[in-house]
């Protein structure tokens, strides 16, 4: 802890009294009003380039910025949602094993020809899509696509490099097992989506350490292909000679089976589910149902409704049960959205004794929007502040390819990108509350809590539905 030493505390104390003095001998005078906001202006997408391999395969070129830096990424439409309930983070763990080398490279040639451009390739696995590539200077971009093309099409899967991995993956299992959170979030996948893979977060330990390289190669051989990839390069570029090696890196790359059609079906589960957490001095809450699909033309205004609600630092559900009533510190919503579906939810760490007291002010808030449309003050706030970060979210390189990758994943299309702030500034307050009597029905909610039992199941009680 900083301790301020006595002298110094006594001299703010003096020049504060200064201070106060002088500001009293001075006249009154009227804070100045800040200017009004003006009408947010439409994103424009940058002029972006389109082709597609004979193999399948799509390239997207978006010039953007005057910093000499370009992003590379190959996104491929692969991830959790190819395993089978046997194979929970077989993706994962296949991610992991592709970083360990290629035919012509070696993990460590990789990581320093990658520094060498000011970057590095880097790969990350989704429930929906898997992404290989990186950021470096605007010179080394075809280099960058070589590289890329490499990991992603010549992967070795060293045998050494696979009891290191497990063991990491372990450890980050039994991490997640620790925490409430997660525990919670599983619960609540699972009472949601079942069976499918959007329900399934977590292997067991025993069906992770019995991962082989044979199964994470068939998983590569199964699932990645052109067929599936879509290239980004944003940034600053040559385009005629990032097209040339684009063209040279992956044109004879095998064309592999079409993204797999797996829709979930999330289905409302109103009921309570405690999970026993002994003496813990915090519950968490996840609460919780199926919304619209992102594709709805009403999803701007679920959008809109979320951030009034629980989605905003601002927001109602924060400001009642952080602010007013002191019950926890951070809560806050969410709509978690994949191809053809989505979820809302809350989740909030609150103080054991005020857990029952927490899900009937969420309740309580939910019921009010329902029965009475926003004001005109806090609704044009909220547009504004959704703008806002979605202009800061369409500001950088990664930024960009981040947005063209989930719209493609959602199945949006352009035009929710460059309608987006049109779509916001469209709602109105009889939106929101329509939208919250349509979606955010009370009695189809799922709430899971992860408390100390004792002290908890009596104060949830009251919000266990009937059985039909």
Known sequence: MHTTPM?????????????????????????????????????????????????????????????????????IRTGNIDESSSEVWLADVTGELMREGTTTRSALQLAEQGAAMGGSVTISVGEDVSQIGGTVLAEGGPQMVRLVADVTRNPTFPESELPR????????????????????????????????????????????????????????DRNFGAARSHLYVVGMYDEKAMERVVRESFGDWKAGSAPTAKPASPKAAPMVTLIDRPNAPQSTIVMGLPVMSPTNKDYAALQVTDAILGGTFGSRITSNIREQKGYTYSPSSSINAHRGTAIWAEQADVTTKFTGASIKEIFGEIDRMRKEAPPAAELASVKNNMIGIFTLLNASRGGIASQLINTEVLGLGDDYLTGYVTRVMAVSAADVQRIAQEQIAPDRITIVVVGDKKTVEEQVAPFQKPVP
């Open 165 to 220: 991995i497990i063991a990491g993956r372990v450890r980050t299992l039994s991490i997640a097992r620790s925490r409430p959170a997660t525990l919670a979030q599983e619960k609540f996948a699972s009472a949601i989506y079942g069976d499918h893979p959007y329900g399934v977060l977590f292997p067991s330990e025993v069906m992770l350490k019995g991962y082989t390289v044979a199964q994470a190669r068939a998983f590569y």
């Open 7 to 75: 002298r110094a505390m006594l001299l703010g104390a003096a020049v504060a009294g200064l201070a106060t003095s002088a500001a009293a001998q001075q006249p009154a005078t009227t804070r100045e009003q800040p200017p009004a906001l003006g009408t947010p202006k439409a994103f424009r997408l940058p002029p972006k380039r389109e082709f597609t391999l004979a193999n399948g395969m799509h390239v997207t070129f978006v010039p953007f910025g005057k910093i000499p830096k370009v992003t590379i990424l190959n996104a």
